[in-house]
T-cell receptor
Framework: DADVTQTPRNRITKTGKRIMLECSQTKGHDRMYWYRQDPGLGLQLIYYSFDVKDINKGEISDGYSVSRQAQAKFSLSLESAIPNQTALYFC?????????????FGPGTRLTVL | RKEVEQDPGPFNVPEGATVAFNCTYSNSASQSFFWYRQDCRKEPKLLMSVYSSGNEDGRFTAQLNRASQYISLLIRDSKLSDSATYLCVVTVGGSGDKLTFGTGTRLAVRP
């Protein structure tokens, strides 16, 4: 079984709809992240969380919100989806210790906003 | 100026060739450096960390030049399975493990 899972894997929605992307991990890591990837722009950090009670904005948090429901779960919400939020979204985790900088990514969610 | 810049490629090379990618970063306070590999429509995966003294992992060699703020990745004896996009990644200076990704360099290895 995958260590970092994302649901759904693909989603098509309409402008103005609220949607939630979910991420779960079995790695026991404290740190979780949400990124979006657009062609030619690389991965951009949306939000990150270093533990259950910690939420931090990334580079491009406008239009997004997150919830860290438990150590293993980190969800991303689009309150009112717009077409320029069409992208590939990745969740990632990292642990502590000497390897804390290695991030492990989920398989991604491909979101299309019409 | 982008924080991490890479030549997007594609680099199209025959099997067995040696190929090198460079990456430059703008934040002189950047602390840690990595190369990630991303296959088409898949998630990025850590290929190797980059240490100040340079490091090697099989056919892959990574180098860091702090004075010039660039990182390199050398792949020797290219395999078809090396075809992927290679992402240069640095930590934002003083911000723990927040990573900044380059846009990637695409490599295509042909038979």
């Amino acid at each position: 079984d995958a260590d970092v899972t994302q649901t759904p894997r693909n989603r098509i929605t309409k402008t103005g709809k609220r949607i939630m992307l979910e991420c779960s991990q079995t790695k026991g890591h404290d740190r979780m992240y949400w990124y979006r990837q657009d062609p030619g722009l690389g991965l951009q950090l949306i939000y990150y969380s270093f533990d259950v009670k910690d939420i931090n904005k990334g580079e491009i948090s406008d239009g997004y919100s997150v919830s860290r429901q438990a150590q293993a779960k980190f969800s991303l919400s689009l309150e009112s989806a717009i077409p320029n939020q069409t992208a590939l979204y990745f969740c990632a985790t990292s642990g502590g210790g000497s390897s804390y900088n290695e991030q492990f990514f989920g398989p991604g969610t491909r979101l299309t906003v019409l | 100026r982008k924080e991490v810049e890479q030549d997007p490629g594609p680099f199209n090379v025959p099997e067995g060739a040696t190929v090198a990618f460079n990456c430059t970063y703008s934040n002189s306070a950047s602390q840690s450096f990595f190369w990630y590999r991303q296959d088409c429509r898949k998630e990025p995966k850590l290929l190797m960390s980059v240490y100040s003294s340079g490091n090697e992992d099989g056919r892959f060699t990574a180098q860091l030049n702090r004075a010039s703020q660039y990182i390199s990745l050398l792949i020797r004896d290219s395999k078809l399975s090396d075809s992927a996009t290679y992402l240069c990644v640095v930590t934002v200076g003083g911000s723990g493990d927040k990573l900044t990704f380059g846009t990637g360099t695409r490599l295509a290895v042909r038979p």
